[in-house]
């Protein structure tokens, strides 16, 4: 299946670093997406990036995009506590109608 | 605009029973997505309706349906519950497709 595969599966940082997470998926998209989910919560959607963009900023996020080598990035600048949380990446299939597919995420711990 | 809400929040079955599980999309939204989340398989996708229909299925068994209302409110049933039905159940909600999905902060289903 098309699954994006997040990568490290976890992640501990001081805060005030930056957290660099990786997502790889298998086919062509149309968009990619990430989202963070805090424990016990639901997923909260961070930034969609089309298959057009290589770059997006959002805030203290940049994700990247490469399509030729099916992989995009998500880095988190200047890490604070409140950003411990599971961030995952989530494709479509790249035609209409089809659903996302997440990958199983990164488990980001910011230490005080 | 509220949020999506998902009821219960927490449930506990035993095998063999059946649970019915609800999910009230944002306001205006018409695309309602079931996901099952597990420590070891992660999120998976269930199904996704629009207007009422079903348009896509993702790979679980028939135990599991669900159905959308005219208010595009949605509910998905599981029957026969198996301990490996334990699981987070999320339900999303977005304006269609390649938009970004709202989830709501799920059911705690735990089989005994």
């Known amino acids: 299946s098309q699954q994006g595969e997040e990568d490290p599966q976890a992640l501990s940082i001081q805060e005030g670093e930056n957290a660099t997470m990786n997502c790889s998926y298998k086919?062509?998209?149309?968009?990619l997406q990430w989202y963070r989910q805090n424990s016990g919560r639901g997923l909260v959607h961070l930034i969609l990036i089309r298959s057009n963009e290589r770059e997006k900023h959002s805030g203290r996020l940049r994700v990247t995009l490469d399509t030729s080598k099916k992989s995009s990035s998500l880095l988190i600048t200047a890490s604070r506590a409140a950003d411990t949380a599971s961030y995952f990446c989530?494709?479509?299939?790249?035609?209409?109608?089809?659903?996302?597919?997440f990958g199983k995420g990164t488990r980001l711990s910011v230490i005080a | 605009k509220a949020g999506v809400t998902q009821t219960p929040r927490y449930l506990i079955k035993t095998r063999g029973q059946q649970v019915t599980l609800s999910c009230s999309p944002i306001?205006?939204?018409?695309?309602v997505s079931w996901y099952q989340q597990t420590p070891g398989q992660g999120l998976q996708f269930l199904f996704e309706?629009?207007?009422?229909?079903?348009?896509n299925k993702g790979n679980f068994p028939g135990r599991f349906s669900g159905r959308q209302f005219s208010n595009s409110r949605s509910e998905m049933n599981v029957s026969t519950l198996e301990l490996g039905d334990s699981a987070l159940y999320l339900c999303a909600s977005s304006l269609g497709e390649f938009k970004p999905q709202h989830f709501g902060d799920g059911t705690r289903l735990s089989i005994l």
């Open positions: 086919t062509s998209i149309n968009n």
């Open positions: 309706y629009f207007s009422e229909t079903q348009r």
């Open positions: 989530a494709t479509d299939a790249g035609s209409g109608n089809t659903p996302l597919v």
């Open positions: 306001s205006g939204h018409r695309s």
